[in-house]
């Protein structure tokens, strides 16, 4: 059910590949919403991904680009200011990935290229696109611009390894941009600390089942879903949130204020009785 939440409202979404993927869902929803808006991913992505067809079905224009590249943003946004006839209202970040963790190495035994490549792409990347944005004039007053984070930016979670320290960057980010943005432009800029959830990526590291059946034990009301995360993203694009800016905002299900939860206390209890 539309509510019109984005009618008139012009963006640019970062990071759609295919339909389990955060930024497709929120391409879906803006959509509904009335937003009109282009999609950008590398190269690369879109020859494995299904771009096209979401494109097709939001009626967006696809505009290639490595977002660690200063020059290919500068492309993706001047361009999307000549195709949506002006500065955009909204802008989503839903970029993210490590070799390290694809490659299961330990916190203790990172490969530093790797390391490097992790933070350019997972944090410096939404620096950059800010940085570009804000040179060009290209986002309107009262605009809203979209991280997605995840807890390991504030607490250890096994395995999730140097992203946690790229989050924790791209979190601090959104704080130093939203203060400048918010006092010369009323341009908010804000970070979603998702449940984990099922995406292409994700799904294919290693011990997502577990670490999902724990979050959804632990949350009282359960895991986030990606659909419910563009949801909360809409709102937070639309006027509604006019005042919400520099904040890491929870999304989770109740996951990031438990210490433990009945359902996770009993599991645990039961592995008890096994072992005994």
Same mark, same amino acid.
């Given at each position: 059910?539309?509510?019109?939440?984005?009618?008139?409202?012009?963006?640019?979404?970062?990071?759609?590949?295919?339909?389990?993927?955060?930024?497709?869902?929120?391409?879906?929803?803006?959509?509904?919403?009335? %937003?009109?808006?282009?999609?950008?991913?590398?190269? @690369? =992505?879109?020859? #494995? !991904?299904?771009?096209?067809?979401?494109? /097709? +079905?939001?009626?967006?224009?696809?505009?290639?680009?490595?977002?660690?590249?200063?020059?290919?943003?500068?492309?993706?946004?001047?361009?999307?200011?000549?195709?949506?006839?002006?500065?955009?209202?909204?802008?989503?970040?839903?970029?993210?990935?490590?070799?390290?963790?694809?490659?299961?190495?330990?916190?203790?035994?990172?490969?530093?290229?790797?390391?490097?490549?992790?933070?350019?792409?997972?944090?410096?990347?939404?620096?950059?696109?800010?940085?570009?944005?804000?040179?060009?004039?290209?986002?309107?007053?009262?605009?809203?611009?979209?991280?997605?984070?995840?807890?390991?930016?504030?607490?250890?979670?096994?395995?999730?390894?140097?992203? %946690?320290?790229?989050?924790?960057?791209?979190?601090? @980010? =959104?704080?130093? #941009? !939203?203060?400048?943005?918010?006092?010369? /432009? +009323?341009?908010?800029?804000?970070?979603?600390?998702?449940?984990?959830?099922?995406?292409?990526?994700?799904?294919?590291?290693?011990?997502?089942?577990?670490?999902?059946?724990?979050?959804?034990?632990?949350?009282?009301?359960?895991?986030?879903?990606?659909?419910?995360?563009?949801?909360?993203?809409?709102?937070?694009?639309?006027?509604?949130?006019?005042?919400?800016?520099?904040?890491?905002?929870?999304?989770?299900?109740?996951?990031?204020?438990?210490?433990?939860?009945?359902?996770?206390?009993?599991?645990?209890?039961?592995?008890?009785?096994?072992?005994?």
């Amino acid at each position: 059910m539309s509510h019109n939440l984005l009618s008139g409202k012009k963006g640019i979404i970062f990071g759609a590949l295919d339909e389990k993927s955060i930024a497709w869902k929120v391409a879906e929803k803006a959509s509904e919403e009335g %937003a009109v808006f282009t999609l950008t991913n590398t190269p @690369i =992505a879109l020859r #494995f !991904g299904s771009l096209n067809v979401l494109a /097709k +079905q939001v009626g967006a224009e696809i505009i290639p680009a490595d977002a660690t590249k200063v020059d290919d943003l500068q492309t993706v946004i001047k361009r999307s200011m000549e195709i949506l006839g002006g500065k955009v209202d909204f802008i989503l970040h839903s970029i993210a990935m490590s070799m390290n963790v694809r490659k299961n190495r330990t916190y203790d035994d990172l490969d530093y290229s790797y390391f490097h490549q992790t933070i350019d792409i997972s944090a410096m990347s939404f620096h950059k696109m800010l940085q570009v944005a804000k040179k060009l004039d290209a986002i309107n007053r009262w605009g809203s611009v979209l991280a997605l984070s995840y807890i390991a930016a504030q607490r250890t979670l096994y395995r999730y390894n140097d992203m %946690a320290d790229a989050k924790a960057m791209l979190e601090s @980010i =959104a704080r130093s #941009f !939203g203060y400048i943005y918010g006092r010369e /432009k +009323q341009i908010r800029i804000n970070t979603i600390s998702q449940s984990p959830t099922i995406t292409t990526a994700g799904s294919g590291v290693k011990g997502i089942d577990a670490l999902l059946d724990f979050t959804e034990r632990m949350s009282p009301l359960g895991n986030a879903t990606a659909e419910e995360c563009a949801n909360f993203c809409i709102v937070l694009f639309s006027d509604l949130s006019r005042k919400i800016t520099m904040q890491n905002l929870y999304h989770d299900g109740g996951f990031s204020s438990m210490g433990m939860s009945l359902k996770a206390m009993n599991q645990y209890n039961k592995c008890l009785d096994d072992e005994d």
